[in-house]
């Protein structure tokens, strides 16, 4: 018997307010994130199509207990006015695949974006740090509980060198491989049903 709705949902909701500390250790400065300059002249157009989540880094406690049992996770990214990014996520939870809509606001500096996430006064920071459109992307996340890091590429594996790129990224951050995760490379979901849809835009 599947899981009721209700909890299926704030399962997601959990996963992707990522990320979530653990209690034993303090979240790092927040300027760490505002620190974050993506290199080069980042035209957000090169960020549009379908990307496959490949390893992310933190010291979330869902991925501390979970971290064998991930599932394939995929998103796609339009830029419907030139300036935000609207970010749709595919992944299973209890067999199913939902799909995740948010909506990544300019925040300030270039490549900058906040996302307003369920609660009161809830939001999430996101940074695009380093990207090659046609190979791969690394994009930071933190909340008030702390920082991630995550590693997105164009097709599901990435040259040895990218990796340690990402590593190397996260451990500039306080994170290191002990906190590193990687995520499967089949399984993914391409849609989901109405039913199946759990829109963040509308919150």
């Not at 501390?64 to 990014?85: I, K």
């Not at 290191?176 to 990687?182: G, I, N, W």
Request: with cysteine.
């Amino acid at each position: 018997m599947s899981a009721p709705r209700s909890v299926l949902l704030l399962s997601l909701s959990l996963l992707l307010a990522v990320p979530h500390g653990s209690g034993r250790r303090p979240p790092p400065a927040r300027s760490a994130l505002q620190q974050v300059v993506p290199e080069g002249q980042l035209s957000l157009s090169e960020l549009v199509g379908r990307w496959f989540l490949v390893g992310t880094a933190s010291r979330c406690s869902y991925l501390a207990e979970n971290g064998h049992r991930l599932e394939a996770t995929a998103m796609t990214v339009a830029v419907p006015d030139g300036q935000s990014l609207a970010i749709s996520t595919f992944r299973k939870l209890d067999g199913q695949c939902w799909e995740i809509k948010q909506r990544y606001v300019p925040a300030g500096a270039h490549g900058h974006f906040t996302v307003r996430g369920r609660g009161y006064n809830s939001r999430m920071e996101v940074a695009v740090g380093e990207v090659d459109p046609r190979s791969y992307a690394i994009i930071y996340y933190q909340d008030s509980q702390g920082l991630s890091v995550k590693l997105y590429g164009r097709s599901v594996q990435l040259s040895d060198a990218i990796v340690d790129k990402f590593e190397q990224r996260a451990r500039a951050v306080g994170l290191s491989e002990d906190v590193t995760h990687y995520f499967p490379t089949y399984g993914f979901c391409d849609s989901a049903d109405d039913f199946h849809i759990l829109d963040e835009t509308e919150l």
